[in-house]
């Protein structure tokens, strides 16, 4: 089993900058990657970032691309999410997901996570 919980979400004004956090516990050791997706009110939820847990290899969403970037401490079994420049439509609730099945395809794809946190909100006012 793997633990995921999600900190760092708030309220914040168009233009401004949030850190969320997903503090990952339980098997780590076969965690492939960990990533965010996010979903707001009636909308499909959607990939964001993700990252190869104790690796490099990371991939974003091309709407937040230059403006997101997911990294971790492995040491805290942290990763976290730097969201800047936010725009009110990006409103949601943030999630962490982790994926302990190898998956051969994008990473951006919701399939290939089989653990997910509680989420986050992220609330950016125009």
């Known amino acids: 089993q793997v633990q995921l919980v999600e900190s760092g979400g708030g309220s914040v004004q168009s233009g401004g900058s949030l850190r969320l956090s997903c503090a990952v516990s339980?098997?780590?050791?076969?965690?492939?990657?960990v990533g965010w997706f996010r979903q707001a009110p009636g909308q499909d939820r959607e990939a964001v970032a993700t990252?190869?847990?104790?690796?490099?290899?990371?991939e974003y969403a091309d709407s937040v691309k230059g403006r997101f970037t997911i990294s971790q401490d492995t040491a805290k079994s942290t990763v976290f999410l730097q969201m800047s420049s936010l725009k009110p439509e990006e409103t949601a609730m943030y999630y962490c997901?982790?994926?302990?099945?190898?998956?051969?395809?994008?990473?951006?794809?919701?399939?290939?996570?089989?653990?997910w946190g509680q989420g986050t909100q992220v609330t950016v006012s125009s």
């Open positions: 990252i190869r847990y104790g690796g490099t290899r990371t």
């Open positions: 997901v982790a994926a302990t099945r190898w998956y051969g395809s994008s990473w951006l794809h919701e399939v290939a996570y089989n653990y």
């Open positions: 339980g098997l780590t050791h076969v965690i492939y990657y």
